[in-house]
């Protein structure tokens, strides 16, 4: 009903059934596929692809010493290559400590406040996302292989809930566009079926780095939604469902989108 | 200092030409944007780059503002002799950033 | 040897769809007013100041964008020229120009006959669809150029949009 004017047949279908297109795993398609061959080489090669500049400020942080421990990561988790294969891979994680999921970004700053006594690194700083790109870099080309995890199936289900929820004043689900039209256009770019494989990306149209939750937020924006904060369990229990919907898919970080 | 990424090979035939690839971190601010108050974020660009050869200028840039953030520049060489590859970059403010490579030739 | 791996294929453009794109790019360019963007005259003032006037001969310069662009933030361009590039004939330098940027000039790229090939490959801001026209300056003091029209087009839900 509400979606009326944009596509009247579809969305009477849609408010009877509210039940999408989930993307069967033959057909599942990173969004590296949808993009010009271009911007495909552009990550390919390690030379030209601009996140590699944020994977070596990630490597000079993970070797600096902070805080009043005066402790670098190296000093706990020594060479990144060996102790950080995988992990982004298999993240978000249940924290037996808070009893809820944590992504890379809330497992780098719990080491910095409890390890190393220094102060967490601001969403979205240039410092934790470069420690979040080099430490995903080190599962690039590994399976994303969310943990069995029992504790983690609620929050996993709220965020296929969250992934199904329409939003915003647009009101449309991620799932309408990126279930139900994927491989279609918006306006003149390609609708991807968004997984969450490849974060953090370098985004041409942000000329940097950024998150996962960054891009929710920006798609949030776009369905005139007011976007969840940094860090929030809702952004969180997203990453957990977007992780399990892109089971076995390659580990890409750091992609290059546009 | 800003991070640079450069891609040079480590060995050479005599007289191969070879590809280099250069790319510095750098915002390219292009002084034409507004900032969240509406106030133009200030120029702020690399706007020379210089890559030398034994001492001796090679192949350099002027740049403008319609060049991309993180800079990247590729361009070719030909393997003359083992040496120092150096690449400069200088910012609007007369600052400069220097990256030196190593090259056998063969 | 190493291998270079951005494609030098151009997209094939259906003119039917290349209305509707041209459109679509127009309305999203919005990022720059309008006041503050080159023109053709500009660009064509840009050359001249480039060349000091001298004739321009079309042809010998590649200018290798996609036809279709996914954003113009980055855009991958390539130039090549046709020339030996010995001691007695090769480029001295590529300008790149453009005429709808706030600014004509892209970047002047200077070469030696090191330099083993006239190319140059670098990634440029196009704030609109426009024509991207690069001139190479030879060693005899003679002129070429090159040019390529390209569709900028924007990526879906554009941050801040």
């Known amino acids: 009903m509400r979606a009326l004017w944009i596509l009247p047949g579809c969305a009477m279908l849609l408010a009877v059934t509210s039940a999408h297109a989930e993307i069967a795993a033959h057909e599942r398609k990173s969004g590296a596929e949808f993009m010009s061959p271009q911007t495909q080489a552009m990550q390919a090669d390690d030379a030209s692809n601009p996140g590699m500049l944020a994977v070596l400020d990630g490597e000079a942080a993970w070797n600096e010493k902070a805080g009043a421990a005066n402790k670098a990561c190296a000093d706990c988790h020594g060479a990144a290559e060996q102790s950080m294969k995988g992990v982004s891979a298999r993240y978000p994680a249940f924290n037996a400590a808070t009893s809820q999921p944590i992504d890379v970004a809330g497992q780098v700053n719990q080491c910095r406040t409890g390890r190393q006594q220094a102060q967490p690194l601001r969403a979205e700083s240039r410092e934790l996302l470069a420690l979040t790109t080099y430490i995903g870099l080190q599962s690039r080309g590994m399976s994303v292989a969310p943990p069995d995890d029992e504790r983690l199936t609620p929050f996993r289900e709220r965020g296929k809930a969250l992934f199904n929820q329409r939003l915003g004043q647009l009101n449309f689900s991620c799932a309408h566009c990126h279930e139900d039209n994927w491989g279609r256009k918006l306006g003149s770019a390609p609708i991807p079926q968004a997984h969450a494989n490849a974060y953090p990306i370098y985004r041409l149209e942000w000329q940097d780095v950024g998150s996962l939750q960054r891009r929710l937020r920006n798609c949030m924006s776009g369905v005139r939604a007011a976007p969840y904060s940094y860090g929030s369990i809702e952004f969180i229990e997203l990453e957990l469902f977007l992780a399990e919907r892109a089971r076995g898919m390659a580990v890409e970080t750091p992609g290059v989108r546009p | 200092m800003a991070r640079a990424l450069i891609n040079v090979p480590a060995k050479a035939k005599k007289g191969e030409i070879i590809e280099i690839k250069t790319m510095l971190s750098h915002p390219m601010e292009t002084g034409f944007r507004p900032a969240a108050d509406g106030k133009l974020v200030p120029r702020n660009i690399i706007k020379r780059f210089v890559c030398t050869y034994d001492g001796e200028a090679v192949f350099s840039a002027d740049l403008f503002p319609a060049i991309s953030a993180n800079p990247f520049l590729s361009f070719t060489l030909v393997a003359t002799n083992s040496g120092v590859i150096t690449f400069s970059w200088t910012d609007d403010n007369g600052q400069t950033q220097v990256q030196t490579a190593k090259i056998e030739v063969a | ?161």
């Open chain 3, 1 to 161: 040897m190493k291998t270079q791996i951005l494609s030098t294929q151009i997209s094939k453009t259906d003119p039917s769809r290349r209305t509707f794109l041209a459109g679509a790019a127009g309305a999203a360019v919005c990022v720059i007013a309008p006041s503050a963007r080159a023109t053709p005259e500009e660009m064509a003032q840009a050359i001249k100041d480039f060349t000091g006037g001298k004739p321009v001969r079309e042809g010998g310069v590649e200018v290798d964008i996609p036809v279709l662009l996914e954003s113009g933030h980055s855009v991958p361009t390539i130039v090549r020229v046709d020339s030996p590039m010995n001691a007695q004939n090769y480029v001295r330098a590529i300008a790149v120009f453009n005429e709808r940027n706030p600014q004509p000039n892209v970047g002047v790229f200077h070469l030696t006959p090191r330099s083993g090939r006239a190319f140059v490959s670098t990634r440029i801001r196009l704030g609109d669809s426009q024509k991207v026209v690069a001139v190479a300056q030879m060693s005899d003091g003679s002129f070429r150029s090159g040019s390529i029209d390209v569709i900028v087009t924007l990526p879906a839900c554009v941050e801040g949009a």
